[in-house]
């Protein structure tokens, strides 16, 4: 089993940044992949950054130049550094883990919003 408990989100400005973090705990050794998605009300979820063991990181185009996902393994801790928000970009944004055994894991999530 792994847990996952997202920080970080909170209200900005257009223009402004923000720092998610996602601690990681319990069998962390078998992560393989880490990743950020986000859904906005009445959309479905959706792939944000995704970081895989030894991989390069994956962007969805929206992302892509700024957002950033970077993970630190002595903190057991992954990041997405957002800068550049829109209000396009308010959200709740999930950290998602999976595992080499396929199974897949969840934080409670954190709400992003971008608003003047």
């Known amino acids: 089993q792994v847990q996952l408990v997202e920080s970080g989100g909170g209200l900005v400005q257009p223009g402004g940044s923000l720092r998610l973090s996602c601690a990681a705990s319990?069998?962390?050794?078998?992560?393989?992949?880490m990743a950020w998605y986000r859904q906005a009300p009445g959309k479905q979820r959706e792939l944000v950054a995704a970081k895989t063991n030894g991989g390069s990181p994956n962007y969805a185009d929206s992302a892509k130049g700024r957002f950033t996902i970077s993970r630190d393994n002595a903190k057991n801790t992954v990041y997405l550094q957002m800068s550049s928000l829109k209000p396009e970009d308010t959200a709740v944004y999930y950290c998602y883990a999976a595992d080499r055994f396929a199974n897949s894991y969840w934080g409670q999530g954190t709400q992003v919003t971008v608003s003047s």
């Open positions: 319990g069998n962390i050794f078998s992560i393989n992949t």
